[in-house]
Nanobody, 122 residues
Framework: VQLQASGGGLVQAGDSLRLSCAVS????????MGWFRQAPGKEREFVAS????????DFAGSVKGRFTISRDNAKNFVYLQMSSVKPEDTAVYFC????????????????WGQGTLVTVSS
């Protein structure tokens, strides 16, 4: 399974941005998917996850109510819709695939994309 994240860029506080993750490989439908982020000098942290069917989602408290996660199993894509972004959302965002959407630790995810940088100016 290979993952390719895209959609990052420079935005202003309060703006919206959608990240995409293209997933290759026949096992996409068998994977829960997650988004993580890593700010400079900080550890990688959980942002959001979604079950295989897309029916259940989970969010970190810091983004709940502002971000949504979705997936298109027909096209092998996962999305992170970011709204009302804040400077503290600045980070490299990674998509990841794993066995369960109820897991939040990076070590629990098996497949990783290369990351896309989101910079939010105040």
């Amino acid at each position: 399974v290979q993952l390719q994240a895209s959609g990052g860029g420079l935005v202003q506080a309060g703006d919206s941005l959608r990240l995409s993750c293209a997933v290759s490989g026949s096992t996409f439908g068998a994977c829960a998917m997650g988004w993580f982020r890593q700010a400079p000098g900080k550890e990688r942290e959980f942002v959001a996850s979604i079950t295989r069917s897309g029916g259940i989602t989970d969010f970190a408290g810091s983004v709940k109510g502002r971000f949504t996660i979705s997936r298109d199993n027909a096209k092998n894509f996962v999305y992170l819709q970011m709204s009302s972004v804040k400077p503290e959302d600045t980070a490299v965002y990674f998509c990841a695939g794993g066995p369960s959407a109820y897991l939040r630790a990076p070590r629990d995810y098996d497949y990783w994309g290369q990351g896309t940088l989101v910079t939010v100016s105040s």
